[in-house]
C-alpha cells in the first residue's frame, strides 16, 4: 500500500509540472498588444527561421520590441513579419532589418540598422521597412565550406582549368630588359 501511494503523489506532481508548462505556454502564446506609446512597422523577409511572435526587436543590441505577428504572402512568396517599436525609435526611411543570431546556439531576433534619410518611417501603423535580409542557413553555409565548393557555385569541390590556363603566364617585359627578373614570372 505505501508504494502505490508514493507512485500515486509522484504521478501527481508530473501531472501538476505538466499543467504548469501548459499555463506558461498558454500565456506565452497570446496576441500581442501594442501599447499607446509604440507603433508598427512590417518588413517583408525571403528567409525568417528562427524568428516567431514574441522575438526580440534591437537597434545596436538594445531591445526595441517584438514581432507581433507573421505571416506568409503567397504571391510574392515572402514573410511579413509585423513589429511592435517604441515611439522613441524614430525610424528613418532606408532602415535597414535583418535576421541575426546570438553566436551560433543562440536564438534568433531581428536586429534594425538606422540609415541616414532625413524621412522617417511613418508611425502611424503604415510604415514598412524596404532593405532587409533574411536569416543564414548555418548548416548549408557549414556544408558548402565542407564540400569545399565555398561559394563558388562548383559543388564538386574540384576546380576546372583550361589548358591555356594551365600554361605559364607570358611576361610582359621588353625584351632585354633586366627590370623583371624570370624568377618572378615563374
Do not use: C, H
Amino acid at each position: 500500500m505505501r508504494e502505490s501511494l508514493f507512485e500515486t503523489l509522484i504521478g501527481a506532481l508530473v501531472v501538476a509540472v505538466a499543467g504548469a508548462f501548459l499555463w506558461f505556454a498558454i500565456g506565452k502564446g497570446t496576441d500581442v498588444k501594442a501599447s499607446s506609446d509604440q507603433y508598427e512597422v512590417t518588413a517583408r523577409f525571403n528567409n525568417i527561421s528562427g524568428v516567431s511572435r514574441g522575438t526580440d526587436v534591437r537597434i545596436a543590441g538594445v531591445k526595441a520590441g517584438i514581432v507581433k505577428a507573421v505571416e506568409g504572402d503567397p504571391k510574392r512568396f515572402e514573410a511579413v513579419v509585423t513589429m511592435t517599436l517604441d515611439e522613441k525609435w524614430a525610424l528613418p526611411e532606408d532602415t535597414d532589418a535583418r535576421i541575426s543570431t546570438d553566436g551560433l546556439l543562440g536564438g534568433s531576433y531581428v536586429a534594425l540598422e538606422p540609415g541616414g534619410s532625413f524621412d522617417n518611417i511613418p508611425q502611424d501603423g503604415s510604415g514598412e521597412i524596404i532593405y532587409t535580409r533574411g536569416s543564414v542557413d548555418l548548416l548549408t553555409l557549414f556544408a558548402s565550406f565542407a564540400s569545399g565548393s565555398g561559394g563558388n557555385g562548383d559543388s564538386s569541390g574540384s576546380s576546372t582549368t583550361s589548358d591555356a590556363a594551365a600554361e605559364p603566364a607570358a611576361t610582359d617585359a621588353p625584351a632585354g630588359d633586366d627590370s623583371y627578373p624570370d624568377e618572378d614570372y615563374q
